[in-house]
């Protein structure tokens, strides 16, 4: 019997993700993690990015937000403010997005509003990044 890990994604929508996984690779704050059954338990920040799950021998991937991430022998559970899987990702809109929030970092605005547009430009390179890479 192969191990698995339960993989659960969470967002303020909702579940995002809950199925039994094989391996998981996750943008950590101290860089790209692979997780696989049996890991050390930890508990961690996630930067924005791109999450890799292998279930039954194939590769999925989704764009992820800032977040946190716990991990024990047989689960991973990620809590973030944005998860798209790949095939969900309108590219179109994530570069209107992106291009949107650059300009707007042009302007003179607040710490409160610089932060805001951080993170919206942040999940639309997020996006992009797990959209073209599945085009290659």
Do not use: W
């Not at 969470?10 to 995002?16: K, M, W």
């Not at 993690?33 to 961690?44: D, E």
């Not at 292998?54 to 809590?79: N, Y």
């Not at 707007?104 to 942040?122: D, P, T």
Request: net charge negative; hydrophobic share 45%.
């Amino acid at each position: 019997m192969a191990l698995t890990l339960k993989l659960e994604i969470v967002t303020p929508e909702g579940t995002a993700y809950s199925e039994d996984v094989e391996m998981v690779t996750l943008p950590g704050v101290e860089g790209e993690m692979g997780i696989y059954p049996m890991h050390v338990p930890l508990m961690t920040q996630v930067v924005p990015g791109e999450i890799g799950v292998r279930k039954a021998g194939q590769d999925f991937f989704l764009a992820v937000g800032e977040g946190f991430v716990e991990v024990t022998d047989d689960r991973v559970s990620i809590l973030t403010d944005m998860a798209i899987k790949a095939e969900n990702i309108d590219e179109v809109k994530a570069e209107e997005a992106r291009k949107r929030a650059e300009a707007r970092l042009c302007e003179k605005l607040s710490e409160e509003e610089a932060a805001v547009v951080q993170a919206a430009l942040a999940h639309s390179l997020a996006q992009l990044q797990v959209k073209r890479k599945q085009r290659r």
